[in-house]
């Protein structure tokens, strides 16, 4: 078997994993943590934002070709709709994540909730994330970049879904991770 038939199947079925695995993963915490990292898409620097909870558990993840307010709006849209709203959102100084949380909380108050976001710009307690970062640039890393967008989009899908499995969020009583996936691709 050719390894980019293998590619081609990532990039098709990938998604779809990741899919499932957003709907069938445990509940989270309420208290989430917020950042972003760096990976390489035909030659330039885009952004993958990603959410866990205080816990590590993966909340949810998108790749963007901008840092920007528009992009971190996109994604605390895509995660509350997936999570729900949390309680507390940390932070780390970006202007353009900050925007974003005011905007989740202007559409709040538009859709007549009155408990808000709190949002926290505090370092020290996003060490979390930042260390979770370490295992996608891991994987990463010797790939050096991707050759497209989506392809690389559809990789990173399937990076975080076997990490979930691996951070047992997916976990039912005595099964192995490979019959998490199983269930997963089923």
Known sequence: MDHATLNRWVVRYSPLIAKEAQRRKARTSSS???????????????????????????????????????????????????????????IDKSGANLAGLKNMNSLLMLNGRYRFIDILQVKYLNNIIEQDHRFIKKITRPMKGFKAFHSASATLEGIEVAHMIRKNQLASKGQCPFQQFANLAA
């Open 32 to 90: 989430w943590r917020m950042d972003e990292t760096y990976i390489k898409v035909k030659g330039k620097w885009n952004y993958l934002y990603r959410a866990v909870d205080k816990f590590g558990k993966t909340l949810d993840f998108m790749l963007s070709e901008r840092r920007d307010e528009a992009a971190a709006t996109s994604f605390f849209t895509r995660t509350l709709g997936n999570n729900g709203v949390p309680e507390r959102v940390v």
